[in-house]
């Protein structure tokens, strides 16, 4: 029998990656000025596979925009397949959103190039998402092409790839990755052998269907020769029949009946490197991301529609910017991190912009709320989709303390602001009176010795900007007069005080305003030792730096070891040192409550300096301070961990001992949680490490940490043969080396990339972590690791009304009970609210007095949803709304 043999030339483009983006694009614009005239010129050159993501062609037509006519022409003939994504993303390095919103914005733009490739292409992610399969499905893709991460219980290809909520692809796995026909040779008798020899090897996968060879690899060039050797190939044998086609093509012809399933994540290094180590390299990347992407999606997007009911207009265009900032930098090269300095340099850069445009978006939405309430006074905002109480900082008039108010700062009524000599007072005072908002007036008396005192009265709530040019010209007469003598510029204000305050039950997707009142939880108390609340309680180990939570002793162990690793791995020194006990502690009470209090923990350290020659050597002192903060109302207890890094070489982590044993770990990832054991599968090239990544939060025996950009954790100190379990989560502050790529080492034989030193990836200097600890306690509620989240993380937004608007002091966009939020939109004809079910049961979702349609993320209306639906278990689904409707109910 013939066998079919579906050559699919394409090339893999990394963005971003050993070279600058820049760098890579001239090799880009290079290679598609040769092959498009050659594909226009040749139909026997056939289909091209311009590697499933569209910002190779918008990095082209940037630089070629001439050419947009022949790659729309080419595309729509079908000899280019264009998209489905828009990059090729990480998985577990990014949000949900972000993912959809790539997905989104690739069918977009390959829409405008007659629609793109229906097959979710994913060739060299480091492991693939439990809910992938459902994105697709809701998406409209039914098949779906994965290489790395596929565990070795799958012993074929195709098989059934199942999400959590039953959604399934049918997934074709690449044996040999991307590349398995990349630099094809010159004679087709050799050709012929390649495929003789792969389809020996690769039987138990592929049995007698017909055969993928992807002929193409990173970066490579089309190569001209490839319609002859097929020819060649043709007439030569009748073992195989060789076709220059597309991804769709092939995957037409394969069928899956019969072939196994397998549901959830796929992270087994079994038959290819999984490169976990990506997930702790180059911290800063990742809080950059965890930052930016919270910024964008729950705060600005929900801002912004909230501030619809206001009249505010949804801003667009910045939005787009700041999506495409967090699109492009999911590449897997770029926010994993494994890529050169440069290349870090430019994500930290478009992640700090895509923040900067979300925070001004934030800005002008929440004050467009506060000038359209009816009452004057403070405006407390929620972008979370739960109802919350918490903790802001608000300006208040007066001074000293007050019941239920933690005083952190006053300025008083009388406050001198400067004393210069009389040539430079004109100046100075010309600048103040510019700067001051609300100047009442001026006053300036001459002292008998020649000195001067200049009172400037200000009241920032009366902004009338009268002119005081007289003061200043008064000010210069006296010093052409005499130069002798000092000025006393003087500041003369109501008086004003930073407090902390506590809002109480904001409504989710809505605000409330502030009014004073006692405090309605108890009070934080702080001892030199200890934090409490009512609901947790701290207790610092003065001898060793740790501390304890509702008596759960040993948290927060700081232990550091060296790894001679690489972005990729890491990897322990032959001979390893680990450090784990500080010389010194010194505690210190920072705040005393009664809303919030803190204590800092100064530890001090001597560390090895580097690894050489599989020794830990040298020795730096190092000053580690971990601040403790409790604050009213709140079940768990906030830790920032801050150093001067001047180490290189180690790996940094936090150990916590667990309440009970553990068996296993749920962490958060796209959409849902995923459960984990204690072991990793690995295969002949990496040593398995069962050091895993979790988007926000990860829970284990008791404990529950929430982080902002510390994904990598391990179940660790495992005792008992039968049936082991983990004592000990431990949390990865910081992994520091200074390789791109290198080899080899410990646990990986061979180099994963190019051989490039990265000096900047051994994260020298200031570095500060912020995380939460929680515990279950008996007879209390379970702890909810989303709220723990927002509450940590996610602030409450405060503006100052001054009333006179049409929209109450206490509103809601629409409340959602049951279900979490995902995303809040207002772009376009729709309100959508975009929720999801991370359990294991089906959910009662409430949206009182709304009414609205289920949709796919694809857009396809499901069902009517009248106040309230049912969401299955571990369930996406985008809730939309008629604005009209939806702004005419209060």
Sequence with gaps: MTRRVTIVPHTHWDREWYRPFQSFRAELVELLDELLPRLDADPSAGHFMLDGQMAVIDDYLEIRPEAETLLRSLAAAGRLGVGPWYILMDEFLVSGETIVRNLERGLERAASFGGAMRVGYLPDMFGHIAQMPQILSQFGFDDAVVWRGVPAAVDSSPFWWQAPDGSAVKAEYLPRGYGNGARLPEDAKDLIERIREFDRVQTRFIGDGPILWMSGTDHQVPEAHLGRLVTEANALQDDYELVVGSLPEHLATTAAEGSPTWSGELRSGARANLLMGVASNRTDVRQAVARAERAVEQMAEPMAAMASMAGYEWPTTFLDVAWRDLVLNSAHDSVCACSVDEVCDAVLVR???????????????????????????AIIANTSGRRRSGLVELDLPGNGAADGLQLLSERPERELIHTVPRSDAPTVVERELHIHLGIQGVELDV?????VDVTIHTDPADRRQPTFGWAVAELRSLAAENNDGEVRVWLHQPPTRTVL????????????AWTPAPLDVDPVVSTALGLANGLV?????PDDGTFSLDGHRGLGRLVDDGDEGDTYNYSPPAHQEVVDTPDSVEVEQVETGPLRGRLTIRSRYTWPEAVVDGHRVGAVPVEVLTTLEVRAGERFVRVTTALDNRSRDHRLRVHMPLPHPATESVAECAFATVTRGLLAEGGETETPLATFPSRRFVQAGGLTVAHEGLPEYELIDLEGDDAPAAGTLALTLLRCTGWLSRGPMAFRPQPAGPVVETPD??????????????????????????????????????????????????HQLVEVRGAEVSAVLADGPRLEVRVFNPTHAAAEVEVPGRSGWLRTLGGHATERADGRFTLGPWRLATLSFDPAELFGQT
């Design 351 to 377: 992640y700090a912009e895509a923040r900067q445009i979300a925070e001004a978006v934030t800005a002008k939405a929440v004050r467009a709320i506060a000038d359209a309430v009816d009452e004057p006074g």
């Design 447 to 451: 002292g008998g010795d020649g000195s």
């Design 501 to 512: 305050a506590r809002a109480c039950d904001v409504p989710g997707l809505g605000w409330a």
């Design 537 to 541: 309680t701290v207790e610092v180990d």
């Design 761 to 810: 990836a051994q994260m020298p200097g200031q570095q500060e972590m912020r995380w939460a600890v929680a515990v279950e306690r008996p007879g209390a509620p379970a702890v909810d690791p989303y709220a723990v989240v927002d509450d940590a993380f996610l602030p409450l937004i405060t503006a100052r009304s001054s009333g006179g608007g049409s929209l109450p002091s206490d």
